[in-house]
C-alpha cells in the first residue's frame, strides 16, 4: 500500500492533547462493509449508505475498490454515466484509474493522487482503468467518497479537481510514530490540498502497530474510522474495529476544551499491513436537509429526481460521443 509514504520523524507534527481536558468522542457503533458490484462488474466493500445517514451525513456513499490483484484482462471500470446534485472523490492508493468528464475535465491518477469532481448542476462522466492495466493486470486498490452537497449549492457549475500525490499535506502523530496524510479540510490548523463546498476533514492514516494516535476535531463534525486494512481500537473505551469495518463516533463522554479522536493499532498485524493499520478517518458538517437519492442523482425532492431524469434525457448534462451514449439503468434503486 503505497500511497503517499514518508518517515513521519520528518514531518511537522500533531499537538498533543491533554487527556483530563479534551472531550474524547466515543463510539456510536461498528458498521461491517457490504460487498456489491459496481459499473461493469467491479467488486466494492461499501460501509455506507446502509447506516443510517444522518449518521455520515455529509457523506452519501463509501466504496473501497480492491485490494486486488488483476490477472490480465480482468480490470473493470464504469461506462459512461450522469451525476447532478453532489461530488465524487476519487482516491487511488495502488494501482491506476483514468476519468473522463464531459467538462474537459480529467486525467491519470495513481498512487495516492485524488480525483475530485463536483457534478453539482448536472455532469457526464467516465472512469476505466488504462489499457496498460487491463492488457498486463496488476494491483488496484482504491476508495471513491460522495460527498452531498447543500440545497443552494447544488446548482452550481460542475468542476474537477486533479489533486497529485505531492500535493497532500503531511504531518505525523505527537510521538512521531503514525503517518497522517490530509487530503481535505485541515486538522490542527494543517490544511489538505482539495477544495470543498461542503465543509469536511479528510484523512489517511497508517498508524504503526502498537502506536496510538489523537486528532482535535470540531465539535460541530461528525466523526467516522473506516479500516481498510489491519485493525485496531477506536475511542477511549477501545471498540475493537477490523478491516472493512466502519467505526461511526457520537459525542464525547464529557465536554471537554477541545473535542478528540483516539484510535489504536494493534499490536500484531497482517502481512497486509506491516507498515501499520491503514484508516480513513472523515468528517463533516451535517447539511441535515432533506434527502431524494435515485441512482446517480441527488437532491432534495423527488420532483428535482424527476427533473433530472429530463435534463440528462434532454441532454442538459454535457455531450458524450453519439456511439458512447450510455443507457441508464436503476432497476435496483428506490426512489425516496
Sequence with gaps: MPA??????????????????????RVAKVVTAQRHLEG????????????????????LLLDQMGEVEY???????????????FE?????IDGTFAHQ?????????????????????GIQHIEQPPPELVTKGGLFHGVQLWVNLPRAQKWVKPRYQDIEARDVKLLAAED??????????SVAGFQGPGSTYTPITYL?????????????????????????????????????????????????HHKGETDGLVVRAAESQPVASKNGWEILILGGL???????????????????????????????????????????????????
Design 4 to 25: 503517499v509514504m514518508a518517515d513521519p520523524l520528518t514531518l511537522p507534527r500533531l499537538p498533543r492533547l491533554p487527556e483530563d481536558t479534551t472531550g474524547w468522542r
Design 40 to 59: 461493469e462488474g467491479f467488486q466494492v466493500r461499501r460501509p455506507f449508505p446502509g447506516v443510517d445517514l444522518s449518521l455520515a451525513d455529509p457523506f
Design 71 to 85: 490477472a490480465p484482462g480482468e480490470a473493470k471500470g464504469t461506462p459512461w454515466h450522469p451525476h447532478r446534485g
Design 88 to 92: 465524487t472523490v476519487t482516491y487511488m
Design 101 to 121: 468528464d464531459t467538462t474537459g475535465g480529467g486525467g491519470v491518477i495513481t498512487d495516492g493522487a485524488t480525483q475530485w469532481m463536483t457534478a453539482g448542476a
Design 176 to 185: 512521531g510514530a503514525s503517518l497522517v496524510r490530509v487530503i481535505a479540510g
Design 204 to 252: 489517511h492514516a497508517t498508524v504503526a502497530p502498537g502506536a496510538r494516535l489523537t486528532l482535535p476535531w470540531p465539535r460541530d463534525f461528525n466523526a467516522l474510522v473506516y479500516s481498510l486494512s489491519g485493525r485496531g481500537t477506536a475511542g477511549v473505551e477501545g471498540v475493537a474495529v477490523g478491516d472493512g469495518q466502519l467505526a461511526v463516533f457520537g459525542g464525547s
Design 286 to 336: 451535517p447539511i441535515r436537509e432533506p434527502i431524494a437519492r435515485y441512482g446517480p442523482f441527488v437532491m432534495n425532492t423527488r420532483e428535482e429526481i424527476i427533473q433530472a431524469f429530463e435534463d440528462f434525457q434532454a441532454g442538459r448534462m454535457g455531450t458524450i460521443p453519439a456511439e458512447r451514449v450510455p443507457h441508464l439503468s436503476s432497476a435496483d434503486e428506490s426512489l425516496t
